[in-house]
């Protein structure tokens, strides 16, 4: 490829057909055109996929950076109140974080209106998230989750400071991961995509047309056809040195950078797409297709008001490098191509002026490979939304860490699906639970002293007619009360270290076990032998 970009966007605009054909010579081959992932074994579990995108030395920096503030947070607040939860602190380990990232993932499944509910010991709602880690340690935990030392962050005023020092390291090592595994496909596609976040935060944006309106914005490149993320970053404001994608240009540049002369065709919206950036692509080997705001600098100059209405055949401008067209159908629409997708193509499209609820339209080869190519970030974006984490977080830094989990589940599912068509989010995700859980050494939780598993007046509707099990507590010194025979009104109080594994109610493991699952009036029969 000859030139240099002064040169490319010097080229003179003229009007050509549908049928002028784009010389792409210039485009490097690909190798193949699917997205595969690098080294895949045929034996591989669920959590190995999942693994290769969030590294196992992450949940060791996790439990360690944890620990520090946590140590640090007690050290500072000395000496602590009364009653305050950092008493009950104990050092966490790479296996704990493992659960606590399991339970989180979990949470995604089972959604609450609150996190407390997860822990709920009711016999029809109640979970079994108790039987891994209690709900008090499992907020401990979440109060002191840090990812990097806080004492290492320069000030604000320094010029290495750093606005995502705290989830730094986490994030680049992830980001890292998704090229170190991936083999992309030939399209990519550019977007933007936002966590949901509506704490207080500088660099927190605001996007209307957004379903996710207030929070974290971020810059993606995904696979087109599959929505595998291949690379991100957070938008944190404009930059002089224009690495925080204060310029669109620079953002898509960013993303690009490593796939860069590789025959890959990169697609984006009119945010991104220019014929400043359409150019350099071209010189570094990549080629683009995006809609394109027609008052864009160095576009044809009677590009924006050219006569067209609803029918019209698209009106095309070249030149040696590019090819540019507006077309009317519903809305005006502009695009900017490097690449040979000129001609049009008949597709049957929605209408309600037609009986058959169709009407056939010539469109530009062009907006064909837009809608199919355009919205792999989306594809991903959709993938991660249903099972997602479904709490508020207050810390800015939990939400980007809740994403990378994210990230590397959507991605595993991805690849994993394509050994196992019949595949679900769901099962992909229960099976990375069950993995992170049966290599944990964590300490499980230890039932606390109660007067009953569930509410003393509310009994299982189905204990009368379903089979029942009487069962032992594994911790000998726990010995509620029963609730057939046990009456502390009238001072008859009755413990029991037996309960009924069915119904999850503490009973005497004589009469009262047999009573309680044949008779409506139990306690009646039950009290009056006592």
Not at 189 to 202: A, H, I, P, Q, T
Request: hydrophobic content about 35%; aromatic content about 12%; some cysteine.
């Amino acid at each position: 490829l000859q030139g240099t970009l002064q040169d490319i966007l010097a080229s003179n605009w003229r009007e050509t057909s549908d049928n002028h054909r784009q010389d792409t010579a210039w485009l490097p081959p690909h190798p193949d055109g699917k997205c595969l992932l690098k080294n895949e074994t045929p034996n591989m579990s669920p959590y190995d996929f999942f693994s290769r995108f969030f590294p196992e030395e992450l949940y060791q920096v996790i439990a360690d950076h944890t620990n520090t503030y946590a140590q640090h947070w007690i050290e500072s607040r000395q000496p602590l109140s009364e009653h305050s939860r950092m008493k009950l602190w104990r050092a966490t380990n790479a296996d704990e974080i493992k659960a606590f990232i399991s339970i989180e993932i979990a949470m995604g499944l089972t959604v609450t209106a609150d996190r407390a509910d997860h822990w709920s010991q009711h016999w029809l709602v109640g979970g079994q998230f108790a039987k891994i880690m209690s709900y008090n340690r499992y907020t401990l935990l979440k109060m002191c989750l840090h990812f990097a030392d806080n004492t290492g962050q320069k000030p604000k005023d320094h010029p290495d400071y750093d606005p995502l020092y705290k989830i730094r390291v986490v994030l680049d090592r992830c980001v890292a991961t998704y090229l170190e595994n991936i083999i992309p496909g030939k399209n990519l596609s550019v977007d933007e995509s936002m966590l949901k976040f509506k704490g207080r935060l500088y660099f927190k944006q605001y996007m209307p047309m957004k379903p996710v309106k207030w929070g974290i914005k971020l810059f993606a490149l995904c696979d087109a056809e599959t929505g595998a993320i291949l690379r991100f970053f957070v938008y944190t404001g404009k930059s002089n040195n224009g690495e925080s994608g204060g310029a669109t240009k620079d953002v898509v540049m960013k993303l690009v950078e490593p796939l860069l002369g590789k025959g890959h065709v990169v697609y984006m919206d009119n945010f991104y797409t220019s014929p400043d950036l359409v150019a350099e692509l071209k010189l570094a080997g990549t080629g683009a297709t995006g809609t394109v705001r027609s008052n864009r600098k160095h576009l044809p100059p009677n590009m924006k008001n050219v006569p067209l209405k609803k029918g019209d055949p698209a009106k095309y401008w070249s030149t040696e490098h590019m090819t540019a067209f507006a077309w009317h159908d519903v809305k005006r629409v502009h695009v900017l191509s490097s690449i040979d997708n000129i001609g049009t193509t008949s597709v049957q499209v929605h209408t309600n002026k037609d009986v058959s609820g169709f009407r056939n339209v010539d469109k530009p080869k062009s907006i064909v490979d837009y809608n199919k190519n355009m919205g792999g970030v989306d594809t991903f974006d959709q993938l991660g939304c249903y099972s997602n984490y479904p709490h508020r977080s207050y810390k800015w830094y939990q939400v980007i860490y809740h994403f990378c989990i994210e990230a590397a589940l959507v991605n595993g599912f991805i690849f994993c699906k394509n050994n196992d068509p019949k595949l679900t989010q769901r099962k992909f995700r229960l099976a990375v639970i069950d993995s992170l859980l049966e290599t944990g050494t964590y300490a499980p939780h230890v039932q606390g002293r109660r007067t009953s598993f569930v509410s003393p007046n509310v009994d299982p509707p189905l204990r009368l007619n379903t089979r029942c099990f009487l069962a032992k507590f594994d911790n000998p010194k726990y010995k509620p009360d029963c609730r057939a025979c046990s009456d502390r009104k009238s001072g008859n109080r009755h413990q029991t270290s037996w309960y009924c594994k069915t119904c999850q109610v503490p009973l005497c493991a004589n009469k009262c076990f047999e009573t309680y699952h044949s008779r409506k009036d139990y306690q009646s029969v039950c009290k009056n032998r006592a």
